[in-house]
C-alpha cells in the first residue's frame, strides 16, 4: 500500500536554530516527492520536487533532500515567517498523489 | 498570472442538500486533481482528469460524490445528500501534464460546512 509519513507532527523552534522535518515512504513507481507549505485557511504552495535518489535542491533557508526511502526538508536559521505546515506528496506511477499529514512549524522570536 | 481559482470560498448547507463546488485551474493546464483535507490531514485524493475525461476517480468516497470538466477547463465537484462527515475543505489543483515538470498548483480551497 502506498503510504507517506511525515515527523515530527510539530515542531516548536527558536528563529535561528536549525533543524530537518522528515517524510518517509512506500510507493510503487515513484515519479517525485514534492514539498508543500501550507499556511491556515490556505492551500498547499509549491516548493520543490525531487525525482531521484541522492538529488538536492534549495531555497532561501530551505533545502530538501531524497534518498530511496525518506526525504528530509532542512531548515536553516529560520524565521518566525517560516511557521508554516509543511506537507510532503509522493506521485506514484498511477499519477495519483499521496499526501503526509504534515509537521506543523512553529518558530518563535 | 492568474493561479487557481475556487468557488465559493465558504459553503455551509444542511444535511441532505445538493452541493456544487468549482474550480478554475491554470491557464493550459491540462491535469486537474480534487482533494479534500480533513483538520490536522493532508489532502486526500478524490479524483483526476485528464483533460475533459475522469482518469481516476478511485478517490471518490461513494456514489454520492460526482465531478465533470466538460470543456477541459473548469470542473465542478457535486456531492449529493449532504452529510455531516462530509465536511472538510475541498482542493482542486492543476498542473502541466505531459512536460517533465508535475507539480501541482493548489486553489485556496471550498471548506464545505454541513449541518
Known amino acids: 500500500e502506498d503510504q507517506v509519513t511525515q515527523s515530527p507532527e510539530a515542531l516548536r523552534l527558536q528563529e535561528g536554530e536549525s533543524s530537518s522535518l522528515n517524510c518517509s515512504y512506500t510507493v510503487s513507481g515513484l515519479r517525485g516527492l514534492f514539498w508543500y507549505r501550507q499556511d491556515p485557511g490556505k492551500g498547499p504552495e509549491f516548493l520543490f520536487t525531487?525525482?531521484?535518489a541522492g538529488e538536492e535542491k534549495e531555497k532561501e533557508r530551505l533545502k530538501a533532500t531524497l534518498t530511496k526511502k525518506e526525504s528530509f526538508l532542512h531548515i536553516t536559521a529560520p524565521k518566525p515567517e517560516d511557521s508554516a505546515t509543511y506537507l510532503c506528496?509522493?506521485?506514484?506511477?498511477?499519477?495519483?498523489?499521496?499526501f503526509g499529514s504534515g509537521t506543523k512549524l512553529n518558530v518563535k522570536p | 498570472g492568474a493561479g487557481v481559482s475556487q468557488t465559493p470560498s465558504n459553503k455551509v448547507t444542511e444535511k441532505g442538500k445538493y452541493v456544487e463546488l468549482r474550480c478554475d485551474p491554470i491557464?493550459?493546464?491540462?491535469?486537474l486533481y480534487w482533494y479534500r483535507q480533513s483538520l490536522g490531514q493532508g489532502p486526500e485524493f478524490l479524483i483526476y482528469?485528464?483533460?475533459?475525461?475522469?482518469?481516476?476517480d478511485s478517490g471518490l468516497p461513494n456514489d454520492r460524490f460526482f465531478a465533470v470538466r466538460p470543456e477541459g477547463s473548469v470542473s465542478t465537484l457535486k456531492i449529493q445528500r449532504t452529510e455531516r462527515g462530509d465536511s472538510a475543505v475541498y482542493l482542486c489543483?492543476?498542473?502541466?501534464?505531459?512536460?517533465?515538470?508535475?507539480?501541482?498548483?493548489f486553489g485556496p480551497g471550498t471548506r464545505l460546512t454541513v449541518t
Open positions: 489543483a492543476s498542473s502541466l501534464q505531459g512536460a517533465a515538470i508535475y507539480e501541482q498548483y
Open positions: 482528469f485528464q483533460g475533459t475525461g475522469a482518469a481516476d
Open positions: 525531487l525525482y531521484s
Open positions: 506528496a509522493v506521485q506514484a506511477g498511477d499519477n495519483k498523489f499521496y
Open positions: 491557464s493550459g493546464h491540462t491535469a
